[in-house]
């Protein structure tokens, strides 16, 4: 088995990249074994994580949403990904595209699916709409990514309290910190080793 190479990732983002970060950390604690971070890839030209890939020496590319139908396939064949991961890529891709990986490809969720999800649901509008309906728990969710939004197997979750005077912020931080953080690494190591092991 050691013979076979690493699973290669491609990490999906479009903001600050703070779950991308808890990848490398994993990555770099040896918790991702099965998994190499190959391609970062982002839909904001501007986005942190781009910095933060290239800063650990990862390839980054800036893709237009209109660009996705005809270059990121030719991508993913040009770095050889056998796996995508969604990493706050807040951006919803062409089915065409979804379906080359079925089983390969995950995606965060900052709340306890099927609570607060489906199209319109994400970042900050997550927990603005948790903290509305006035849940006391809510949590991260990883699950793989087919043609419905939010809607493909949950591999994952994990819950967190809400706190009295919590605002949008404070729970997003506290989610991010108690569950997504902690969950992101583990589904892609478990799914970096499936794939791995399929090779045999
Ligand atoms: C994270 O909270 C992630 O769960 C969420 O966007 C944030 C990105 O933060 N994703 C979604 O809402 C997807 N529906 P990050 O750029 O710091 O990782």
């Known amino acids: 088995m050691s013979a076979q190479r690493k699973t290669r ?3 999906f983002v479009s903001g600050g990249g703070t779950n991308l970060q808890a ?3 994993a990555r ?9 971070i190959a391609l970062v890839v982002s839909n904001k030209k501007d986005a942190g994580a781009l910095d ?4 650990y020496d990862i390839p980054a590319r800036y893709l237009r949403r209109k660009d996705f139908a005809e270059k990121l396939e030719p991508l993913m064949r040009e770095f050889e990904i056998d796996m995508i991961v969604l990493a706050g890529f807040l951006c919803i891709l062409p089915e ?3 379906r080359l990986y079925p089983r390969r490809m995950i995606n965060i969720h900052p709340a306890l699916i099927p609570s ?3 199209e319109g649901m994400y970042g900050l509008h997550v927990h603005e709409a948790a903290l509305r309906r006035g849940v006391k728990v809510t949590g991260a969710t990883v699950h793989f990514v087919n043609e419905i939004c939010d809607g493909g197997e ?5 819950a967190v309290d809400v706190l009295p ?3 949008p912020e404070s729970l997003q931080l506290r989610v991010m910190q108690q569950a997504e953080w902690k969950i992101l690494p583990m589904a892609a190591e478990m799914v970096a080793k499936e794939i791995r092991n399929e090779r045999i």
């Not at 770099?28 to 190499?36: F, K, N, R, V």
Request: glycine share 12%; hydrophobic share 40%; aromatic share 6%.
């Open 9 to 11: 990732v491609a990490v």
């Open 23 to 25: 990848l490398i950390d």
């Open 28 to 36: 770099d604690a040896g918790q991702l074994p099965d998994g190499e």
């Open 52 to 55: 933060r890939a290239r800063r």
């Open 96 to 98: 065409e595209f979804t």
């Open 116 to 118: 607060f999800c489906g």
């Open 154 to 158: 949950i591999l994952l979750q994990k």
């Open 165 to 167: 005077g919590d605002t």
